[in-house]
């Protein structure tokens, strides 16, 4: 008799809420998924992506230039405005809250962006199988869930271990770029990325400085506002053996 197979091996580093979506964003999931969101096959959750799925970005965008992940795009402020003002880059924007995307899709047709696609599903499984392996120039992480409480700190998405996925999907060279308004967790962030032995600093100093493509959103502005530092870093895949 076969074992059962495990739900998850590792907690994920949301709660999938659900809420009534307006008109607008349930036209966005009936008229404009097609074009955006990316039918992936799942594995046992509905967030997840089976194993064996693979994405091929040309069939996606047409084309082979950089790609850019970003990781918990929320309502797509950042990516939108960064796929606006770099056209030769393609971006993929990963988030498991559906009203999020819904605004994500609309906002982006309505800027008459292409070179974007969206994903809905846990990140790490994304990097860890479903994009090409040394397939994205950048991942960007910009305040993630703190999880703030202690008994909570075992679902943040950078602990140990993330490195293996996302330098797997990042080419030699690709750069992972992160910000928290969070002070500890700004401290695990470089203490796990510190020791990976697959990455490297690509700054100097105590923190990087703020990265110029990230657009200032109401979400960053909110962390300043209660008086939270943001801090920066960005980390280096380093080559290949």
């Known amino acids: 008799m076969s074992e059962p197979r495990i739900f998850r091996e590792e907690p994920v580093s949301f709660v999938r809420r659900s809420g009534r979506m307006s008109e ?37 965008y047409g084309r082979d230039p950089h790609l850019i992940v970003e990781i918990g795009s929320g309502q797509g402020h950042a990516i939108i405005s960064a796929a606006t003002a770099r056209p ?12 999020g995307l819904a605004r994500t899709m609309l ?26 392996e040394g397939g994205v120039s950048e991942v ?14 075992k679902r943040r998405l950078i602990r140990k271990g993330f490195g ?6 990042l080419e030699d060279g690709g750069l992972l770029r992160l910000a928290t308004d969070w002070k500890d967790y700004a401290l695990q962030m470089r203490d796990v ?21 990230r657009v200032m959103t109401s979400f960053e502005r909110k962390g300043i506002d209660k008086g939270r530092d943001i801090r920066d870093l960005v980390y280096r895949r380093k080559r290949r053996a």
């Open 24 to 60: 607008a964003q349930e036209r966005a999931f009936e008229e404009l998924a097609p074009r955006y969101l990316l039918d992936v096959p799942r594995d046992l959750a509905s967030t997840s992506v089976h194993p064996e799925a693979r994405m091929d970005p040309r069939a996606e």
């Open 88 to 99: 030769d880059d393609d971006f993929l924007a990963i988030e498991v809250f559906r009203a």
């Open 107 to 132: 906002d982006a047709d309505k800027g008459g962006v292409s070179n974007l696609r969206l994903i809905e599903a846990n990140a790490p499984e994304v990097l860890s199988s479903y994009v090409p």
């Open 140 to 153: 960007w992480i910009f305040f993630p869930d703190p999880w703030h409480k202690s008994r909570h700190n």
């Open 164 to 169: 293996d996925a996302a330098a797997r999907a």
């Open 193 to 213: 990325l510190d020791a990976d032995p697959l990455f490297e600093r690509a700054f100097e100093g105590d923190w990087a400085e703020r990265f110029d493509g």
